[in-house]
C-alpha cells in the first residue's frame, strides 16, 4: 500500500464512486483544492470516469427545468470542440513562428541580409532582382560573415573566418539553450514524448505542461534546432501542442477539474502537434492512436481529426516555408517503381531495424552514463562540448552543415532538369531529346561521386553524435536526425542501383523493366524508403509511420515499398529488443507506465504480489465503528499511504471499503471546525447510522459514511497476475485489494504490478519511481 494506493478525491466531496450525496450530514459547500492529485501520483481512472458520468447527469436534468440551463448544457457540449480549435490554431501559430525562427537562425551563422537582417537567405535572394537562375543562391544583398568583415569571400581566409563565426554562432545558440532549460524551466528539455505518454497514462507530473514550460520550450526548441546539433523539432513540438491543451483545459471546469477528461484533451493535442510537425494531419491522429495514447475513445479520435485539421489550416496560413506546403520536403516523382525493387527496400528496412536497434542501447547506455556519473552534474558543460564537436566536424561537409530538414529535403529530390545539385551532376547525352519530366539514367559525373563519399561521411557523423545528442537538457526531437540517417543510406542505395541499371541493363534483373535510355530508378525515392525504414526502427510506428511519410511527400503510389520497409524495419529491430526508444526512456526514468503491449506470460499469483509480506507489519487498516479521531490523525502522521480499507473489526478483518487519505484529512480538519463536540476522544463511524450521544457533555460521534468507497476492486489471493496486470491496464487501477471469502488479506498498487514485471524481466525492481 504504497504511495500509488490512492491520493485524491474528485472535484467536490459531494461526487464520489459511489454516487452523490454530501461528505458528513454537516457539510453543503466543496472543499477548496480537493480535485487536485498529488505530484508524481496516479489518477483513478474508474472514479475520474465516475465523477464525469454524474456531472453530465446533473446537466441533462437542469437543463430541463429552464431554457437558460439548456443553453448551458449545450454550452458545455460543445466546450470540447472549442477547445480544440484553440488548441489548433495556437499550435499551428507556434510551429509557424518556429519553423521561420529557426530558418533566419539556421542562415545567420553563416551571413546575413543586408536589404532585411531578419530574412533568411532564400528570402533575402527572392526578393532581389538581381539572381540569376544558375547562381539562385547567390544575390548582393545576402553576404557571408567574412565577406561582410573583410570584403573577401573566396580566399582561405574567409573559410577560416566563417569557419570560426559558424561555430561561436552555434555556441552561442546552444549557451542560451540550456541555460534558459536550467533556470526557468528544468522540464522543457528532451523530447517530451516519454513523459506525455506516461502522463496520458494517468500519471500526474505537476508543471511539465505548464505556462512557463511553454514558453521556454518554444524558445530553446528555436535556439537548439539552429545551433546545428544533430536533433529535430517533430517531439517537443509534440509537447508544445500538449502544453497548449492543458493551458486551455484550465479555461473550461469540466476539464481542469477532471483528470480523466483533460487527457482525451491532452490525446488531442498530441496529434495536432505532429500535425504541424510533419504537416501530416491524419499521420497525427494514427500517432496519437498508436504512439502515444492510452486511452482513445471514439469521441477523441474525432476532436483529435479536428484539432490536427485546424492545426494544419493555421500552419498553412502562415506558409512558413513559402511553397504553399505544409512541409519543407514535398516531393513528387514521375516514375513507378517495379518488383525488383522491393529487395532493396527491404535491405533499406534491415538497415532501419539495425539502425534503431544500435541507436536504442547506445542512447541509453550513454544516458544511463550521464544518470550515475559525475557527467550528469555539468548539464551546461555537456551541452557546449557536444555542440562545439558538432560544429567543428559538420562545417567542412556541405550536407552536415546545412539543416537537417534542407539535407532530407535534398535526398528526396527528384533529379529534374531545373536541378542544380551536386547529387544531380549526370553526363548528359547532346543526342538526348525527351520531355523534362521525363529523364533517362544516366552515368553519373563527377559531382555525383563527390557527393556519394560526403555523404558516406556524413552518414557515419550523423549516426555517431545522434546517440550522444538525444536526450541531452535541450529540447531535442529524434524524428528529423533518424530519417536523416536513413535517407543518406536511401540515397546512396538508389544512386548505386540506379549505376548499375544503367550501366548493366541487359541482366536478367533489369532486362524485364529497364530499357537503354528509360528512366527506371528513383534514388529519391529510396531515400524516402530509407528514411521510414530508420523512424521506424527507432519509435517502432508502424501504421502512423507510414501515413506520415506519403502526407510527407505526396507519394500515394509508394506506399508498398514503405510499407514493406517499416514492417522489416520493426521486425529486426523487435528481434534484439521489443521496447523502443520512447519506451527505452520510461524505463531509465523509472515512470510507472504499464505499457497495453507487453505481454505477462509468468505463473504468479496475486498473493505472490501482494502485501504486507511475511516479515513486513500488519496492514494498516480502520475499523468501522471503534477508531477515535486521534487513532486517524495518528495513523495519518505515522505513515504515507494514501489510502487505507476500512475492516468490521481488527479480528474478522471483513472489508468493508475503502478510504482515501486525503479525504480524511480534510473531512476531519472540516468537522472539528463547523461541527461542535468533535474532538480527538470522537469515535469515527462508517457506518449507516451512529449511536446517539447519551450526555451532552459527550464527545460527538463522527460520521464518515458518505467519503467510503463501498466497493472498491478486490481479487482473491489465487488470481492469476497475468489477469491482475490486465486488470490495472484496462481499467486504469491504482490499487486493488486481495480478499479470502470476503476477509481482507492484503493490497495491490501499480507500482508493485510494476516493480514485480520489472523483477520477472530480470531488472532491477527498485527502478519503479517512487514519490
Given at each position: 500500500?504504497?504511495?500509488?494506493?490512492a491520493?485524491s478525491?474528485?472535484?467536490?466531496?459531494?461526487?464520489?464512486?459511489?454516487?452523490?450525496?454530501?461528505?458528513?450530514d454537516?457539510?453543503?459547500?466543496?472543499?477548496?483544492?480537493?480535485?487536485?492529485?498529488e505530484?508524481f501520483?496516479?489518477?483513478?481512472?474508474?472514479?475520474?470516469?465516475?465523477?464525469?458520468?454524474?456531472?453530465?447527469?446533473?446537466?441533462?436534468?437542469k437543463?430541463?427545468?429552464s431554457?437558460?440551463?439548456?443553453?448551458?448544457?449545450?454550452?458545455?457540449?460543445?466546450?470540447?470542440?472549442?477547445?480544440?480549435?484553440l488548441i489548433?490554431?495556437?499550435?499551428?501559430t507556434?510551429?509557424?513562428?518556429?519553423?521561420?525562427?529557426?530558418?533566419?537562425?539556421?542562415?545567420?551563422?553563416?551571413?546575413?541580409?543586408?536589404?532585411a537582417?531578419?530574412?533568411?537567405?532564400?528570402?533575402?535572394?527572392?526578393?532581389s532582382?538581381?539572381t540569376?537562375?544558375?547562381?539562385?543562391?547567390?544575390c548582393?544583398?545576402?553576404?557571408?560573415?567574412?565577406?561582410?568583415?573583410?570584403g573577401?569571400?573566396?580566399?582561405g581566409?574567409?573559410?577560416?573566418?566563417?569557419?570560426?563565426?559558424?561555430?561561436?554562432w552555434?555556441?552561442?545558440?546552444?549557451?542560451?539553450?540550456?541555460?534558459?532549460?536550467r533556470?526557468?524551466?528544468?522540464?522543457?528539455?528532451?523530447?517530451?514524448?516519454?513523459?506525455?505518454?506516461?502522463?496520458?497514462?494517468?500519471?500526474?507530473?505537476?508543471?511539465?505542461?505548464?505556462?512557463w514550460?511553454?514558453?521556454?520550450?518554444?524558445?530553446?526548441?528555436?535556439?537548439?534546432?539552429?545551433?546545428?546539433l544533430?536533433?529535430?523539432?517533430?517531439?517537443?513540438?509534440?509537447?508544445?501542442?500538449?502544453c497548449?491543451?492543458n493551458?486551455?483545459c484550465?479555461?473550461?471546469?469540466k476539464?481542469?477539474k477532471n483528470?480523466?477528461?483533460?487527457?482525451?484533451?491532452?490525446?488531442?493535442?498530441?496529434?495536432?502537434?505532429?500535425?504541424?510537425?510533419?504537416?501530416?494531419?491524419?499521420?497525427?491522429?494514427?500517432?496519437?492512436?498508436?504512439?502515444?495514447?492510452?486511452?482513445?475513445?471514439?469521441?477523441?479520435?474525432?476532436?483529435?481529426?479536428?484539432?490536427?485539421?485546424v492545426?494544419?489550416?493555421?500552419?498553412?496560413?502562415?506558409?512558413?516555408?513559402?511553397n504553399?506546403?505544409l512541409?519543407?520536403?514535398?516531393?513528387?516523382?514521375?516514375?513507378?517503381?517495379?518488383?525488383?525493387?522491393?529487395?532493396?527496400?527491404?535491405?533499406?528496412?534491415?538497415?532501419?531495424?539495425?539502425?534503431?536497434?544500435?541507436?536504442?542501447?547506445?542512447?541509453?547506455?550513454?544516458?544511463?552514463?550521464?544518470?550515475?556519473?559525475?557527467?550528469?552534474?555539468?548539464?551546461?558543460?555537456?551541452?557546449?562540448?557536444?555542440?562545439?564537436?558538432?560544429?567543428?566536424?559538420?562545417?567542412p561537409?556541405p550536407?552536415?552543415?546545412?539543416?537537417?530538414?534542407?539535407?532530407i529535403?535534398?535526398?528526396?529530390?527528384?533529379?529534374?532538369?531545373?536541378?542544380?545539385?551536386?547529387?544531380?551532376?549526370?553526363?548528359?547525352?547532346?543526342?538526348?531529346?525527351?520531355?523534362v519530366?521525363?529523364?533517362?539514367d544516366?552515368?553519373?559525373?563527377?559531382?555525383?561521386?563527390t557527393?556519394?563519399?560526403q555523404?558516406?561521411?556524413?552518414?557515419?557523423?550523423?549516426?555517431?553524435?545522434t546517440?550522444?545528442?538525444?536526450?541531452?537538457?535541450?529540447?531535442?526531437?529524434?524524428?528529423?536526425p533518424s530519417?536523416?540517417?536513413?535517407?543518406?543510406?536511401?540515397?546512396?542505395?538508389g544512386?548505386?542501383?540506379e549505376?548499375?541499371?544503367?550501366?548493366?541493363?541487359?541482366?536478367i534483373?533489369?532486362?524485364n523493366?529497364?530499357?537503354?535510355?528509360?528512366?527506371?530508378?528513383?534514388?529519391?525515392?529510396?531515400?524516402?524508403?530509407?528514411?521510414?525504414?530508420?523512424?521506424g526502427?527507432?519509435?517502432?510506428?508502424?501504421?502512423?509511420?507510414?501515413?506520415?511519410?506519403?502526407?510527407?511527400?505526396?507519394?500515394?503510389?509508394?506506399?508498398?515499398?514503405?510499407?514493406?520497409?517499416?514492417?522489416?524495419?520493426?521486425?529486426?529491430?523487435?528481434a534484439?529488443?521489443k521496447?523502443?526508444?520512447?519506451?527505452?526512456?520510461?524505463?531509465?526514468?523509472?515512470?510507472?507506465y504499464?505499457?497495453?503491449?507487453?505481454?505477462?506470460?509468468?505463473?504468479?499469483?496475486?498473493?505472490?504480489?501482494?502485501?504486507?509480506?511475511r516479515?513486513?507489519?500488519?496492514?494498516?487498516?480502520?475499523?468501522q465503528?471503534?477508531?477515535?479521531?486521534?487513532?486517524?490523525?495518528?495513523?495519518?502522521?505515522?505513515?504515507?499511504?494514501?489510502g487505507?480499507?476500512v475492516?468490521?473489526?481488527?479480528?474478522?478483518?471483513?472489508?468493508?471499503?475503502?478510504?482515501?487519505?486525503r479525504?480524511?484529512?480534510?473531512?476531519?480538519?472540516?468537522?472539528?471546525?463547523?461541527?461542535?463536540?468533535?474532538?480527538?476522544?470522537?469515535?469515527v463511524?462508517?457506518?449507516?447510522?451512529?449511536?446517539?450521544?447519551?450526555?451532552?457533555?459527550d464527545?460527538?460521534?463522527?460520521?464518515?459514511?458518505?467519503?467510503?468507497?463501498l466497493?472498491?476492486f478486490?481479487?482473491?489471493?489465487?488470481?492469476?497476475?497475468?489477469?491482475?496486470?490486465?486488470?490495472?491496464?484496462?481499467?486504469?487501477?491504482?490499487?486493488?485489494?486481495?480478499?479470502?471469502?470476503?476477509?481482507?488479506?492484503?493490497?495491490?498498487?501499480?507500482?508493485?504490478?510494476?516493480?514485480?514485471?520489472?523483477?520477472?524481466?530480470?531488472?532491477?525492481?527498485?527502478?519503479?519511481?517512487?514519490?
Amino acid at each position: 500500500m504504497d504511495g500509488d494506493a490512492a491520493s485524491s478525491t474528485g472535484a467536490t466531496p459531494s461526487e464520489e464512486i459511489n454516487g452523490t450525496g454530501n461528505l458528513m450530514d454537516f457539510l453543503d459547500e466543496p472543499f477548496p483544492d480537493v480535485s487536485t492529485y498529488e505530484d508524481f501520483h496516479t489518477i483513478d481512472w474508474l472514479r475520474e470516469k465516475s465523477r464525469d458520468t454524474d456531472r453530465h447527469r446533473k446537466i441533462t436534468t437542469k437543463s430541463k427545468e429552464s431554457y437558460w440551463e439548456l443553453i448551458k448544457g449545450l454550452l458545455d457540449a460543445w466546450s470540447g470542440w472549442v477547445v480544440m480549435l484553440l488548441i489548433g490554431m495556437l499550435t499551428g501559430t507556434l510551429a509557424g513562428v518556429i519553423d521561420l525562427a529557426v530558418d533566419w537562425m539556421t542562415d545567420l551563422k553563416e551571413g546575413v541580409c543586408l536589404s532585411a537582417f531578419y530574412y533568411s537567405h532564400e528570402q533575402c535572394c527572392w526578393t532581389s532582382n538581381q539572381t540569376t537562375f544558375d547562381n539562385r543562391d547567390k544575390c548582393p544583398q545576402w553576404q557571408k560573415w567574412a565577406e561582410l568583415m573583410t570584403g573577401h569571400s573566396e580566399d582561405g581566409g574567409a573559410y577560416v573566418l566563417n569557419y570560426f563565426l559558424y561555430i561561436l554562432w552555434a555556441l552561442l545558440f546552444s549557451f542560451l539553450a540550456v541555460s534558459l532549460v536550467r533556470v526557468f524551466a528544468p522540464y522543457a528539455c528532451g523530447s517530451g514524448i516519454p513523459e506525455i505518454k506516461t502522463i496520458l497514462s494517468g500519471f500526474i507530473i505537476r508543471g511539465y505542461l505548464g505556462k512557463w514550460t511553454l514558453l521556454i520550450k518554444t524558445v530553446t526548441l528555436v535556439l537548439a534546432v539552429s545551433s546545428g546539433l544533430s536533433l529535430g523539432k517533430e517531439g517537443p513540438l509534440v509537447h508544445v501542442a500538449c502544453c497548449c491543451g492543458n493551458l486551455f483545459c484550465s479555461l473550461f471546469s469540466k476539464y481542469s477539474k477532471n483528470e480523466g477528461k483533460r487527457r482525451e484533451v491532452l490525446s488531442a493535442a498530441a496529434a495536432a502537434g505532429v500535425s504541424v510537425a510533419f504537416g501530416a494531419p491524419i499521420g497525427g491522429v494514427l500517432f496519437s492512436l498508436e504512439e502515444v495514447s492510452y486511452y482513445f475513445p471514439l469521441k477523441t479520435l474525432w476532436r483529435s481529426f479536428f484539432a490536427a485539421l485546424v492545426a494544419a489550416f493555421t500552419l498553412r496560413a502562415i506558409n512558413p516555408f513559402g511553397n504553399s506546403r505544409l512541409v519543407l520536403f514535398y516531393v513528387e516523382y514521375h516514375t513507378p517503381w517495379y518488383m525488383a525493387e522491393l529487395v532493396p527496400f527491404i535491405l533499406l528496412g534491415v538497415f532501419g531495424g539495425l539502425w534503431g536497434t544500435l541507436f536504442i542501447r547506445g542512447n541509453i547506455a550513454w544516458c544511463r552514463r550521464r544518470k550515475t556519473t559525475m557527467l550528469g552534474k555539468y548539464p551546461v558543460l555537456e551541452v557546449i562540448v557536444i555542440t562545439g564537436i558538432t560544429a567543428v566536424l559538420a562545417f567542412p561537409n556541405p550536407y552536415t552543415r546545412r539543416s537537417t530538414s534542407e539535407l532530407i529535403s535534398e535526398l528526396f529530390n527528384d533529379c529534374g532538369a531545373l536541378e542544380s545539385s551536386q547529387l544531380c551532376d549526370y553526363v548528359n547525352n547532346p543526342n538526348m531529346s525527351r520531355p523534362v519530366d521525363d529523364i533517362p539514367d544516366r552515368p553519373a559525373g563527377p559531382g555525383v561521386y563527390t557527393a556519394l563519399w560526403q555523404l558516406a561521411l556524413a552518414l557515419i557523423f550523423k549516426i555517431v553524435i545522434t546517440i550522444f545528442t538525444f536526450g541531452m537538457k535541450i529540447p531535442s526531437g529524434l524524428f528529423i536526425p533518424s530519417m536523416a540517417v536513413g535517407a543518406i543510406a536511401g540515397r546512396i542505395v538508389g544512386i548505386a542501383v540506379e549505376q548499375m541499371a544503367y550501366h548493366h541493363h541487359d541482366w536478367i534483373i533489369f532486362k524485364n523493366w529497364c530499357r537503354p535510355g528509360a528512366d527506371c530508378v528513383t534514388p529519391g525515392l529510396y531515400a524516402m524508403v530509407g528514411a521510414a525504414a530508420c523512424l521506424g526502427g527507432v519509435t517502432r510506428m508502424t501504421v502512423s509511420l507510414v501515413v506520415i511519410m506519403f502526407e510527407l511527400t505526396g507519394g500515394l503510389e509508394y506506399i508498398v515499398p514503405l510499407m514493406a520497409a517499416a514492417v522489416t524495419s520493426k521486425w529486426v529491430a523487435d528481434a534484439f529488443g521489443k521496447e523502443g526508444i520512447y519506451e527505452s526512456h520510461i524505463q531509465l526514468n523509472g515512470y510507472p507506465y504499464l505499457d497495453v503491449r507487453d505481454e505477462f506470460t509468468h505463473r504468479t499469483l496475486a498473493t505472490d504480489v501482494m502485501r504486507p509480506r511475511r516479515s513486513e507489519p500488519p496492514l494498516a487498516v480502520l475499523t468501522q465503528d471503534s477508531t477515535t479521531v486521534e487513532d486517524v490523525e495518528t495513523l495519518i502522521k505515522d505513515t504515507d499511504y494514501n489510502g487505507f480499507p476500512v475492516v468490521v473489526s481488527r479480528e474478522s478483518e471483513r472489508l468493508i471499503g475503502f478510504v482515501q487519505r486525503r479525504d480524511l484529512t480534510l473531512a476531519i480538519k472540516t468537522a472539528r471546525q463547523k461541527q461542535e463536540g468533535v474532538v480527538s476522544s470522537s469515535v469515527v463511524y462508517f457506518t449507516e447510522d451512529a449511536p446517539q450521544v447519551a450526555e451532552a457533555c459527550d464527545p460527538q460521534p463522527l460520521k464518515l459514511r458518505r467519503i467510503l468507497n463501498l466497493s472498491p476492486f478486490t481479487v482473491t489471493d489465487h488470481t492469476p497476475m497475468e489477469t491482475v496486470v490486465d486488470i490495472f491496464r484496462k481499467l486504469g487501477l491504482r490499487q486493488c485489494l486481495v480478499t479470502r471469502s470476503g476477509r481482507l488479506l492484503g493490497i495491490i498498487t501499480k507500482k508493485d504490478v510494476l516493480r514485480h514485471m520489472a523483477q520477472m524481466m530480470n531488472q532491477d525492481p527498485e527502478s519503479i519511481m517512487f514519490n
